[in-house]
C-alpha cells in the first residue's frame, strides 16, 4: 500500500510546472461542486470525516498531517472521545523518565499526527527513492487544489495510441507530460465507510480532497462568517452615517 500512495503528494509537488487551474496542456480539470465553495460555504463533516478514514487507511501509510494535532479532528465531528480512541492507536515517544529513559506511550489527542517515518531516508528506503511529502496544506499548495487533486485521482488510464509510456510510468491525462510514476493511488470500494456510504472511485476522490481541503484551511468556516459580520455591519454603519448626514445639514438644504 505504501508504494501504490507514496508518491501521490510528490505528485502534486512536481505539478508545480504549471501555476494555473488547468492540470497539464491545457485540459480542464475536473470541477466538482464543494460544500466549502463560495460566501456561505461549510466544510461538510460527513464528507470530511470519510474523508479521514481514506488519509488513515490508505495515505498514513506513507504521508504526514504534521501541522494537525488529533484534537482539531473535533472540528469536522467526532467526539472527544473518539478522538481519543484514534490518538490511542499511535505510540509517541517521551521522557525521560525519573531513570533519565526514553519510554513510548500511547499518544493524546493534544499531540501531532504521528509521522509514518522517522526521517527522510527512511521514507526514501520504503518508497522506491521517492519522498511523500507532507499533505497537511496539499490543498493550498495547487492552484484550484481540491479539483486538481480529484481529477489527478480519477485522471489514471489507457494512453492514446500516439503515446508511448517510459518503463514504470502511467497515463494519467491531469499530470504535466501526461506520465506519472504513482500507480492508481484509489480503486473503487477500496474501503469500508464507517457511515455506510457506497466508495466509489469519485466518492473516494471527492471526500479525501475535502479532507485535506480542510487540513490546509481548517478557520475557513470562522473567516468566511467573520467576513459576512463586517459586510453587514459596514452596511448598517454606512446607513446611520447617511442618516445623520441627512439630519445635520436638513437646514442647510
Known sequence: MRRVFA??????????????????????LMKQQWSFGGVFGTFDRGAAQRGFQVYKEVCASCHALSLLSYRNLMAI??????????????????????????????????????????NEKAARANNNGAYPPDLSLMAKAREDGPNYIFSLINGYGDPPADVKL??????????PGHQIAMPPPLQPNQLQYADGTQATLAQEAHDVA?????????????????????????????VLLYAVKRRVWAAVH
Open 210 to 238: 475535502t479532507f485535506l481541503a480542510w487540513t490546509a484551511e481548517p478557520e475557513m468556516e470562522v473567516r468566511k462568517q467573520t467576513g459576512v459580520k463586517t459586510v453587514l455591519f459596514l452596511i448598517v454603519f454606512t
Open 166 to 175: 517510459m518503463q514504470g510510468m502511467n497515463y494519467n491525462k491531469f499530470f
Open 7 to 28: 508518491p501521490l503528494v510528490a505528485v502534486l509537488l512536481a505539478s508545480g510546472l504549471t501555476a494555473t487551474a488547468q492540470a497539464a496542456e491545457g485540459v480542464a
Open 77 to 118: 465531528g467526532f467526539s472527544e472521545d473518539e478522538v481519543k480512541a484514534i490518538a490511542a492507536e499511535y505510540k509517541v515517544q517521551d521522557g525521560p523518565n525519573d531513570q533519565g529513559e526514553m519510554f513510548e506511550r500511547p499518544a493524546r489527542p493534544s499531540d501531532f499526527f504521528i509521522k509514518p517515518f522517522a
